[in-house]
């Protein structure tokens, strides 16, 4: 696994310009809750849907695989939402994994939506992890070191690459962590 980000050399407070992300207010670098090192990404507010973006060289090739770490501190909540990562192909996007505090499990979402694991535990880190397979415009998932999930199609049907990572926070409570972002490839890629 290569790091795509771990957000231990930026500043805590607003994640909005560090690292070239571009992230609404409440989104933001904390340092007393991390999955490994110094730093992790958390949501001070709630509402609707946000997500935060960064642009990275384009990885094209099948069975490149992206991934990220959640904690949440409530895991089952039906006045919660979900939060997790998304990956795009510019301003398209592809599909998430998030942690779905409203339904307390783990979901890949694409064209279809799949259950990744029912139930969470609260206050433990999960790494969410989504296989793409460019051919035939399709992703699956996995959490932490399960089987990957069946293939479902990508939300904005054919896409050639993964450009852009996104942060995804919707109707979230109690306090989220977002951490390590990795991806594996055979290309030899650099971040942007």
Same mark, same amino acid.
């Given at each position: 696994?290569?790091?795509?980000?771990?957000?231990?050399?930026?500043?805590?407070?607003?994640?909005?310009?560090?690292?070239?992300?571009?992230?609404?207010?409440?989104?933001?670098?904390?340092?007393? &809750? @991390?999955?490994?090192?110094?730093?992790? /990404? *958390?949501?001070? =507010?709630? #509402? !609707?849907?946000?997500?935060s973006k960064k642009t990275i060289t384009a990885i094209t090739n099948d069975s490149?695989? &992206? @991934?990220?770490?959640?904690?949440?501190? /409530? *895991?089952?909540? =039906?006045? #919660? !939402?979900?939060?997790?990562?998304?990956?795009?192909?510019?301003?398209?996007?592809?599909?998430?994994?998030?942690? @779905?505090?409203?339904?307390?499990?783990?979901?890949?979402?694409?064209?279809?939506?799949?259950?990744?694991?029912?139930?969470?535990?609260?206050?433990?880190?999960?790494?969410?992890?989504?296989?793409?397979?460019?051919?035939?415009?399709?992703?699956?998932?996995?959490?932490?070191?399960?089987a990957y999930s069946s293939y479902v199609n990508g939300l904005s049907g054919a896409?050639?690459?993964?450009?852009?990572?996104?942060?995804?926070?919707?109707?979230?409570?109690?306090?989220?962590?977002?951490?390590?972002?990795?991806?594996?490839?055979?290309?030899?890629?650099?971040?942007?």
């Amino acid at each position: 696994m290569a790091t795509i980000d771990n957000f231990d050399s930026y500043s805590v407070g607003d994640l909005n310009g560090q690292g070239s992300w571009t992230a609404p207010a409440e989104v933001d670098i904390q340092n007393s &809750v @991390s999955q490994s090192a110094s730093n992790a /990404v *958390t949501r001070t =507010g709630t #509402g !609707g849907l946000t997500t935060s973006k960064k642009t990275i060289t384009a990885i094209t090739n099948d069975s490149a695989t &992206v @991934s990220c770490y959640v904690r949440a501190s /409530v *895991t089952n909540d =039906g006045g #919660g !939402g979900s939060f997790g990562y998304a990956i795009l192909s510019s301003t398209n996007e592809i599909a998430r994994v998030v942690m @779905s505090q409203d339904n307390n499990d783990i979901r890949l979402i694409g064209a279809t939506t799949v259950s990744l694991s029912s139930g969470a535990t609260t206050n433990t880190w999960y790494q969410l992890t989504m296989e793409i397979d460019f051919t035939n415009d399709r992703v699956r998932a996995k959490v932490d070191s399960g089987a990957y999930s069946s293939y479902v199609n990508g939300l904005s049907g054919a896409f050639s690459q993964v450009d852009v990572i996104g942060l995804v926070f919707g109707g979230t409570v109690g306090s989220l962590y977002i951490d390590t972002i990795e991806y594996t490839t055979s290309q030899n890629i650099t971040m942007t």
